[in-house]
Structures are given as C-alpha cells and as structure tokens.
C-alpha cells in the first residue's frame, strides 16, 4: 500500500500539511495506549458486540495503524507490536475450529462470519506489508505458513459460497485474499481473487443468511473483476445501494490501490471505463443535505460522509482519479485524512486552500450491469439560504438479498432531515443486546415489505409475493427523467411485474414558484389492473401530527393490527375515517417546519392512522406514524397528493411562522390510458395545471388533450402551466 519511495515522500514534508500531522500525532498516543496495554488475542466466543468479537476488531485497526506508524516515523516500537501481534495470532489460527457461534452460511474461525475474517485481513494485510523486511525470514515463513496462507485459503476454497459470486461479501474476500496474496508474492492467490476460483461446486439457488442467492442461475464469472462487472452500473450505481457501497467500497479501493502499485498493467483505475472513480462519485451524490446516505434497502440510518471508508474514498479518489478540488471540501468536514500519500496529499492540498464546494445536484442514475435494471432518479430544489427539498423516487433492480420490496417507492428531505422517510433496515449494528448486531427478524417481517414503503400495496401483499429470487428476475422501467428546468423537475417510472396482472406508473414533480415559500412535491400514482383489489399507499411523515380535515374514530382505549401478515402484523390501527369533500388534508410538524399532504379521495375511501409497534415483543422497532389512503373493490385507480412544507418554529421563540398551507383545491381534471390531467388552485387564486403523457414520453412527442372543454397542447412527457 505503501511504497517506499512514496515513504520517503512524506518523511520529507512532515510539517507542511497540519491535518495530516494532526491525525499521525493523534494515531500516534492511540497506538501507544494499545501498546502499554499490551497484546490481547482471545480465544473465538461471541457475535458482534461482544468481547472476543470487538477485541480481534480492534487489533485489526490497530495493527494496520501501527504498520503504518512505522513506515512514517520508522520507530521500531511500532514493528515490534506488529510482529508480536501476528506471531500471537499464528499461534492461535491454527489450534481454532469453525467459531462456535454457527450462525452464518459461512461461519469464521477469527469471527463469527468469513465476511469478518476476511476483514481482519484486508487490514493486516497492510501491517504485513508494512513490517515485512523488518521481520526475520523464518517469522515471516511462520506467519504465512501457520496465518495467512491458511486464512487464505480457508476464505476462498474452503468457503466457495462466500468466495465465489456477485456480492459485497466476496468483494472483500477477494480483496483479502489478493492483498494477502501480494504481501506474499504469491502469484495463485493473486489470480485467484481476481478471477475466481476454477471451480464452483455452489448449487445454483443457495441462500445466505441475508436471504440473498449465493448463485445465480447462469452466473459463471467469479472473483474482483467480476465485482467490478456485476455489481456496478455503466454510471457507478451499486446494485445493493448506497449503505452497502459505502461498505464495499474500502476493499474496492484499497484492492485497486494494491494493484496499481504492484501489477500497473492491469490498469485498475481505468477499468471498465474508470468504474471505480464513477463508483465514488455515485456514493456522494446519493446522499442528503447533511451527508447521510439515502437509506436505501438494508441501511442503518445516520450513516455518512464521515464513516472511515468514505475518508478512503475520497483521499484515494482525489490521489488516483483527477484532483477534483470539490473533494477537498468533503475532506475538510471528515476532519481526518489516510495516512499515506493520498491522505498527505488531501492534507496538503487543503493546506493551500485549493478546495472547492461539492455541489450535489439533481441526477439520475441507472442500475444493473447493463445499466438496463431501472434505477434511482434524484430530484433536488434549492430554495431561500441554503435550504433545499430533495425527493428520491426508486425504481432500481431488488438489490439481491439486502432489497428490499418497494418497487415505486419514494423518500423526502428538506436541509435538515427526513420528511416522508423510507425505513431502513432493522439492525442494531454491532449493539449485542439487539441480537447480536446482526439483522433482527424484523428486517424480514417489517423492514423490506412494501407496507413499510411510501409505495402502493395491492390485497395486503408485499411485491413479488415477498420472494427475493423472483424480485430478482424483474425490475420496474425509466419512463421519463427530466431536470432541465428548475422550477418543474420530474421523473417517473412504470412497474409491471411487482404484482401479477397489475401495471403501475409514478409520476413525481418538484414545483417551485415565488408563490410557494418552498418547493411542492406532486405525486401521481396510477395502477390499471385485471381484477379487482385493494389498494393502499401509506405515507410514512417524519414529525408530530398537527391537524386533518376529515372526522375519524380514533382507538384511544384499545388497539389491534391493522392485518396479520406482510408488515401489516406490525402496524396499530389508531383512527380511520372517511371524507366526503373530495379533498383531505394532514398538516405536521417535525424539524421545527410546517408540512402539509393534499389528497385527492373518493367518498369510499378509508382513511387510517397506524402506528408502528404490534407484535414486538422486544421493542426492536420504532414507533412510528403513517396515514393510508385505501381504495377497495378496484381494477383501476389513481392516487394524486401535493405535499406542501411551509412556516417554521422554534422553542424560544414561541410563535409559529405560517403554519396553514397555502394550497386550496386538488383536483383530477382528465385520466386516460393516454393522459392524465391534474389541476389545484392556492389561496391567491392560482391555477396550476400539470399534463402527463402516459404512453409516449419522447421529448419530441407532441400532445393535444381536451379536458373540461379546454384545448392542450404540448411537446414532451409532461408540461405544468400557470394561470
């Protein structure tokens, strides 16, 4: 990772670059503490969080920083507790079974999955590398004899179900493998973590504990070039999405880094188009106004920007991919830099004030190899001082085993957090008490249903009948993504597999005018089907309800579930009740702002307040509140909404800033199979009329509508117009 003449490189300029200098002074009085504690390598016992678990996982950090920390400061000190550390372990590796957890579809010995194991030697690897000519010949015949050739091996053909496909798993055991293999000039491995193994005895359809396909069907390549084919689109969009890229992408890079500096030829940066630089960038652009990371799929909330893996990222992505100066600014906010040349380098340039602002900015991005798999289309409104409404709409691929089923589905921020959020997953990562930090049984029951979405669900039932093998032969399709103006951004999709004999389309528009103090968001939802169904689509808003405009009966006494399976099992009903005035309105109020959602409802419709929390006996979910909207006894229905932010609060002030929505009326002017008219009006007297072709999204495409005795006519997908 490190070579020498890059060493002697920072050696010279130690002093020149304080961020870098402040970061080895502090890894410096860490790893000295480590040291004075002395060395700690216990026998194998628990899960993640526990002792055993969180101790081999900090000698792993601590190992590569120590390794490091003798490169730089050439301290003896350092190679000496690297060494020792290993030659415990070597000690230890081979004496060690299968970990007695048994917990995993491919159990550890180090660690209770071979994914930690593989962890583990990604990062002492590169102490290995570090300290190698400070060891004597015969330790380092010892260590790779009793250590790391073993864990090699035991990693890729003792385990071919982790090794051996198209998953973040294997990313980092193919890194693990082929940067153990590099320390050791150890040509078979190398090749084997690039390529795979020769053979695959896998049955095709084998699940993993993630409920993800080990296999399958047809996949032949194998190893990190195939990562680098499988897992990415042609624009960088991971098909696991953005939480797990941020894990996978500290073996893609460090693997790459490792290459390039040992097999130049191979020219990892430039492969596939420069894949991995795109893989960078599509990372930080799905993120919101704080650097969070859009919760798509299995994702824990919360995480960011500043996790350690994004600080690699973005070092060796501005080291190795261009010197873009706007990934100065990002590194300026992490606070913290590698401490090699990419880091030195970031530092340095940070030093000279060469930084520029990263703008996020509206983008769509495609999924699947082919980039022919849907995909996520971005949507974002600036508006006033720095204040920005930022709409995700997801119609991408499942996402293997950590998709979940929400075709369609939708997630809203404004600057400071979520509005109408997407769940996440149901984890307690590395949290002992919540199961052992692994995915709660929740996360299958609750978390990936549809129910658990902002997105339509037909008869009670979850997309694809819940079924991760069948989700992964379909995808919902692009119908139109357009952000060339503005003030009327758009994107919309069309799923037709997610439930048999049903066809859905989403529209969804960010409007901005000087009428509205922020953005409105527009959402059009249109399901055709062969037979008659229910149909709900919830809207899961962040934030304390304030006020409805429609009378419910309200469950104050008693309350029971809202159904029995498919997430409904875990939903509270808490009131429900009808309106006949063709509009309802909800207005709430979370992050010191006003919202309010316009629906457009039929007299039959039930409108219901649940909670989350039924059937969880050990409090594993969060208690949150979602309004339905339920049409029953339909084949065709469409579901439109305008949510309006507005006004704000705060505590000390104690006087609210225009808390009523601004919006009127909402009404359908026209549906078709061809169009779809919508119309409302706000306090002042404007109309605002939104047109949508529903079968022809060419931009050239020219449309003539009559509605209400009014002539249309327009050129593209869509048109709003204002009167």
């Known amino acids: 990772m490190l070579t020498p003449e890059r060493v002697q490189n920072i050696r010279a300029q130690l002093g020149t670059a304080p961020l870098f200098d402040a970061i080895l002074a502090e890894t410096m009085v860490e790893v000295d503490a480590e040291i004075a504690a002395g060395i700690d390598v216990p026998v194998p016992r628990d899960m993640a969080g526990g002792y055993t678990h969180e101790r081999h996982k900090r000698n792993f950090f601590i190992l590569q920083k120590a390794g490091v920390l003798y490169q730089i400061t050439t301290d003896k000190k350092y190679a000496v507790y690297v060494r020792d550390m290993l030659l415990a372990y070597a000690k230890l590796y081979p004496t060690l079974g299968l970990h007695p957890t048994n917990r995993s579809y491919a159990t550890g010995k180090i660690f209770w999955q071979c994914l930690n194991d593989a962890n583990w030697l990604v990062y002492v690897s ?67 973590a690039l390529y795979g193994l020769k053979t695959d005895n896998i049955a095709e359809g084998q699940k993993d504990n993630d409920g993800g396909f080990i296999k399958q069907p047809g996949q032949i390549r194998a190893g990190f070039l195939a990562q680098l084919d499988g897992s990415f689109s042609p624009d960088g969009y991971f098909t696991e999405g953005p939480y797990y890229l941020r894990y996978a992408i500290y073996p893609f890079l460090l693997f790459s880094k490792a290459l390039a500096n040992n097999r130049p030829a191979l020219d990892i940066f430039g492969y596939r188009d420069g894949i991995l630089k795109k893989a960078v960038y599509a990372l930080l652009y799905q993120t919101d106004a704080q650097g969070q990371f859009f919760p798509i799929n299995d994702a824990q909330k919360g995480m960011s920007w500043l996790a350690r893996e994004v600080v690699t990222a973005v070092d060796l992505a501005y080291f190795n991919c261009g010197r873009d100066p706007a990934l100065l600014s990002i590194a300026a906010l992490q606070g913290t830099v590698l401490l090699d040349e990419a880091g030195f380098t970031v530092a340095r340039d940070l030093a000279k004030n060469l930084g520029q602002p990263f703008h996020q900015k509206p983008m769509e991005f495609v999924d699947g190899p082919d980039g022919k798999q849907g995909g996520v289309g971005i949507l974002r409104s600036p508006y006033g001082n720095n204040g920005e409404l930022c709409l995700v709409l997801k119609y991408s691929a499942q996402g293997m085993g950590h998709g979940h089923f929400d075709k369609l589905s939708y997630a809203l921020y404004d600057e400071t957090a979520e509005v109408v959020q997407d769940y996440g997953a149901a984890r307690w990562v590395n949290i002992d ?275 209400a005795g009014k002539t249309y006519r327009w050129t593209g997908p869509f048109t709003v117009l204002k009167n």
């Open 126 to 192: 590169q102490a290995y590398d570090c300290v190698y000519d400070f060891l004597k010949p015969l330790e380092r015949t010892l260590l790779e004899q009793d250590l790391f050739r073993p864990l090699a091996d035991f990693l890729s053909v003792g385990n071919p179900q982790f090794f051996n496909r198209i998953h973040n798993h294997s990313t980092w055991g193919n890194a693990a493998v082929g940067m153990i293999g590099l320390v050791m000039q150890d040509k078979e491995l190398v090749d084997r």
């Open 433 to 707: 008490q919540k199961g052992g930090g692994r995915y709660l049984r929740e996360n299958d029951t609750w978390a990936k249903q549809t129910i658990a979405h902002n997105t339509l669900v037909v008869n009670e039932q979850s997309n694809y009948g819940g079924d991760v093998e069948t989700g992964e032969r379909f995808h919902p399709d692009r119908y139109f993504f357009n952000t060339e103006n503005n003030a009327a951004q758009a994107v919309s999709a069309k799923d037709q597999h997610a439930y048999p004999g049903t066809r859905m389309h989403r529209t969804m528009l960010l409007l901005r005018d000087s009428i509205f103090e922020k953005p409105l968001v527009l959402d059009i939802f249109r399901v055709n089907s062969e037979t008659e169904n229910q149909y709900d689509l919830p809207t899961w808003f962040q934030g304390h309800l304030l006020a409805q405009n429609f009378d419910y009966q309200a469950q104050t006494t008693t309350r029971a579930p809202l159904g029995t399976a498919n997430g409904y099992q875990h939903l509270w009903l808490e009131a429900e009740g009808k309106s006949p005035d063709g509009n309802v309105q909800i207005t709430w109020f979370g992050s010191g702002r006003f919202f309010t959602q316009t629906t457009l409802v039929a007299p039959d419709d039930d409108l219901i307040f649940a909670r989350l929390g039924a059937n969880d006996p050990n409090f594993n979910l969060r208690p949150d509140p979602v309004f339905i909207q339920r049409k029953k006894g339909l084949k065709n229905a469409v579901f439109v909404s305008v949510i309006e932010p507005h006004g704000l609060y705060t505590p000390v002030a104690e006087i609210p800033q225009n808390p009523f929505p601004h919006l009127t009326a909402l009404k359908l002017l026209f549906e078709s199979a061809a169009y779809t008219a919508v119309q409302f009006t706000t306090k002042n007297g404007a109309l605002w009329t939104v047109l949508l072709a529903n079968e022809n999204a060419a931009e050239s495409a020219v449309h003539e509508l009559v509605a």
